[in-house]
């Protein structure tokens, strides 16, 4: 409990000014242990038949779920990565293609479009991120994948316009992932004829 305070504190500064420096989500894996840390509290008499619900509550709620697999299926489905030699690059928008740095083994990309999510970090921290910038037209490849959920929120407008754009001029085909609605997947297969 006492761990994550400072990060409880943060998250509820950051609601209350707007400014997103601490999202919730990164209390998430935590949930569990909290649940432990408190266990003598939730065995009390006089407190326990309050706070056992709002742990159970809080484990459930928002995106608690994400934690309680198989209760949910909308966990990022990533294995299209062991496929990766199929493809020469992943190509996606700023904040979608962060975690593809960690588990891709081909080149990833980000676009580079004047508005875009996250647009607050400085060229030196996309950077130390790993984030590679540049138009899917200068590179050089034949098959790609396009990180993009047109009917997502993670993308600017000026990211949903260059991604349909990229659909449109090399045919994107959806490629179906577990952790979509059907017909609502976020990966893309692009190729290049030229």
Request: net charge negative; aromatic share 4%; charged share 20%.
């Given at each position: 409990v006492l761990a994550y305070m400072p990060l409880m504190l943060g998250v509820i500064a950051s609601l209350l000014t707007g400014t997103g420096a601490v999202i919730h989500r990164v209390l998430v894996p935590g949930v569990p242990f909290l649940a432990i840390a408190w266990a003598g509290l939730l065995r009390r008499?006089?407190?326990?038949?309050?706070?056992?619900?709002?742990?159970?509550?809080?484990?459930?709620?928002n995106d608690g779920y994400y934690s309680a697999w198989p209760v949910s299926r909308h966990v990022a489905d990533y294995t299209f990565l062991e496929n990766g030699a199929q493809v020469d690059l992943i190509y996606g928008s700023n904040t979608g293609i962060l975690p593809m740095l960690l588990y891709a083994d081909v080149p990833v990309y980000a676009a580079d479009v004047p508005d875009y999510a996250g647009a607050g970090l400085s060229r030196r921290t996309e950077q130390l991120l790993g984030i590679q910038k540049a138009p899917l037209e200068s590179l050089e490849w034949s098959r790609a994948y396009l990180l993009f959920k047109d009917t997502g929120v993670l993308e600017s407008e000026a990211e949903r316009t260059y991604a349909r754009e990229l659909l449109a001029k090399y045919n994107g085909v959806r490629i179906p992932?577990?952790?979509?609605?059907?017909?609502?997947s976020y990966l893309w297969l692009l190729r290049n004829n030229n």
């Open positions: 008499r006089d407190v326990g038949w309050v706070l056992l619900p709002l742990v159970v509550i809080s484990l459930m709620a992932t577990s952790d979509s609605e059907p017909g609502e």
